[in-house]
């Protein structure tokens, strides 16, 4: 296990490369002086030659990817246009809200999503297998955004229940996690139905109700946790994806997280900052599908890496 | 040397005789299928707006009203008139050509460099493949969206930034798709025995590979259309995809946000709109899917 560990997380290290390699070139796609671009349209030139001479860029290209890589390893990802502070001091402050606002939403999308799934699977092509079906299609087909709107009109400004934007209390976090559970319910559900209509079609699902056992109990104990391995990685892909989405929904419901942070850097051209947000995503990203891989071999002892 | 070419030749015959009887069969199987003749449905009238939108409405979708600004759903403005008084329908209308350009823009992009370079990926394998599986590998490091938005970041906004960034997006997909397709179907005895014959490896890739991998790239192409209308009205929902005063569904909804406490049509129908576009492909792609599938019933 240990052994798997080590090698896993060897792994990684390509993938870290990779997205280093895509950030370092991002910013020498753009036209104009790099310098220029990270210090912001209001910098001194002074300014402008120091981080010139900071990024080394009058050295040859691998020289500045291996200063590139140094920085980026000492966490030093340089300081915003905008607001002048260090942008790992700013991710640092919204990290946590996304994270929060991810977990609800994973949690909420898996409460609903599992369930949904298996009583589909159990009673295949009937009324309610229909209706899971159905709003599975609704849920991929419709854009998040939208859907937190439609809440917001609902809830905050016609019933006045929820409030309709910011942090602070239990509520401003229940129609931020379900718009953006929204968003990955329906894969889940969809892929634990599948899982399980094959995993119950197996001979030992037939000897077991031929035992005699409840119905229940096989369901749980033989099949759900046979199917957990392909909805495991659905959860994982998934997790991944509410990062997209939750640049939208922290926007529609000014959600103090990356997303925002990552939107507003955009439309401020604040490059340091898009940079840094990229980085952490692609980080996070990878240390979900990490996660996932070790869950596997908790799940299903018949894994075994080596 | 005679009997060889003969024998090559029958093969060929065979291929696409299959491929024709296995293309009726699937097409039959679709039509049987009510999800997606409801997706069909919806994708005819949606393809009728987009083409339609001059006759379906008169005048310019972009020119402001601001006398008529705000007004509800009414006999003269059906859906109702947005902040600077242009009619919601109208700006619908001719949102969905947008849309359906970029929709069939981005797919574009991914079919024309994802589906080569999938079909080159696994085909010759080795070291190509592992040079190229890594490339992709680093473009996968990031979920779907947020690439789109990296490389809008480079980019920058409009209709032709978008339709880029989306596309460099889905390619990544497209190629681990047509990758894993080819390496099942390079082991076929009918590939072996052109190759043995001495055909060509273009000619192989194209004649014998690419027909067999032609299912699961249609019916992910249908979901990718969808796909690909989502992330672009989320990137103009957000300011950086294409920009006002173009009628855009996602820029739209973007700027009913701030009108929306007092007149919650303006950010109800764009959104509708979506749903419905997207609803189509969704249902296709998976009809189609249902129809290639050999196990299924329908």
Known sequence: MINFLLKRLLSIIPVLLGISLLLFFMLRMLPGDPAQVLAGQMASPEDIEMIRTQLGLDQPVYIQYAAFLKRLVHLDLGRSARTQNPVTQEIWARLPNTILLALCAITLACAFGIPAGIIAAVRPYSWVDYLVTLASLIGISMPVFWLGIMMMILFSMTLNWLPAGGIGTWKHLIMPSFTLAAFVVAFIARMTRSSMLEVLSQDYVTTARSKGLQENLIIVKHALKNALIPIITVVGLQFGMLLGGAVLTETVFAWPGIGRLIVDSILARDYAMIQGTILIFGLLYTLINLLVDLIYAFVDPRIRYE | ?298
């Open chain 2, 1 to 298: 040397m005679n009997d060889t070419a003969i024998n090559t030749k029958d093969n060929n015959t065979d291929t696409t005789q299959d491929l024709v009887t296995s293309g009726s069969r699937s097409w039959a199987k679709l039509k049987r299928n009510k999800a997606a003749l409801v997706g069909g449905l919806f994708l005819l009238i949606y393809i009728g707006c987009a083409f339609g939108a001059p006759l379906l409405f008169k005048g310019n979708p972009s020119a402001p009203d601001l006398f008529n600004s705000l007004r509800p759903p009414c006999a003269e403005h059906w859906l109702g008139t947005d902040e600077l008084g242009r009619s919601i329908l109208g700006r619908i209308l001719y949102g969905a050509r947008i849309s359906l350009m970029i929709a069939v823009g981005v797919v574009g992009v991914g079919l024309l460099i994802g589906v080569p370079v999938g079909l080159i990926s696994g085909y010759y394998g080795g070291k190509t493949d592992f040079v190229i599986q890594r490339f992709t590998d680093m473009f996968l490091a990031f979920p779907g969206f947020l690439l789109a938005l990296a490389l809008v970041a480079i980019l920058g906004v409009g209709l032709k930034n978008t339709v880029i960034s989306i596309g460099i997006s889905m390619i990544p997909l497209y190629v681990r798709l047509v990758r894993g397709c080819v390496l099942t179907v390079r082991e076929e005895v009918y590939v072996e025995a052109a190759r043995a014959s001495g055909t060509k490896d273009h000619y192989i890739i194209i004649r014998h590979i690419l027909p067999n991998v032609l299912a699961p790239i249609t019916v992910h192409t249908s979901l990718s259309m969808g796909t690909a209308i989502l992330f672009a009205a989320g990137l103009g929902f957000l300011g950086i995809g294409v920009q006002p005063p173009t009628p855009e569904w996602g820029s739209m909804l973007g700027s009913a946000r701030a009108y929306m406490m007092g007149t919650p049509h303006v950010a109800t129908f764009p959104g509708v709109a979506i749903f419905f576009a997207v609803l189509s492909f969704n249902l296709l792609g998976d009809g189609l899917r249902d129809a290639f599938d050999p196990r299924s019933k329908i």
